[in-house]
Nanobody, 120 residues
């Protein structure tokens, strides 16, 4: 079993910054991609940023130049540094990890989400 826990959400003013963290633990042999998603009220969940085990990153166009994703492979953690936040960044942010467990096929796991609210 694998547990995924996000932290770091909160309320921030437009133009401000927040840093989200996500930690995976449990029966993990290796983690392939680690991905941040978000879901705003009434909208579908969308990919924000992804980082492969190699360190290769991908960003959604709406966060390029503002958000930075990073990971620590030794600690099985991934972070999302969010700068120049806008009201439209308000959403629940979810961490998804693609895990090769000690047995069985790879599968992905989700965290419970952390609320980010950008408002004055």
């Amino acid at each position: 079993q694998v547990q995924v826990v996000e932290s770091g959400g909160g309320l921030v003013q437009p133009g401000g910054s927040l840093r989200l963290s996500c930690a995976a633990s449990g029966s993990i042999l290796s983690i392939r991609a680690m991905t941040w998603y978000r879901q705003a009220p009434g909208k579908q969940r969308e990919m924000v940023a992804r980082i492969a085990s190699s360190g290769t990153t991908n960003y959604a166009d709406f966060v390029k130049g503002r958000f930075t994703v990073s990971r620590d492979n030794r600690k099985n953690t991934v972070s999302l540094q969010m700068n120049s936040l806008k009201a439209e960044d308000t959403a629940v942010y979810y961490c998804n990890v693609d895990v090769q467990g000690l047995v069985g096929l790879p599968r992905d796991y989700w965290g419970q989400g952390t609320q980010v609210t950008v408002s004055s």
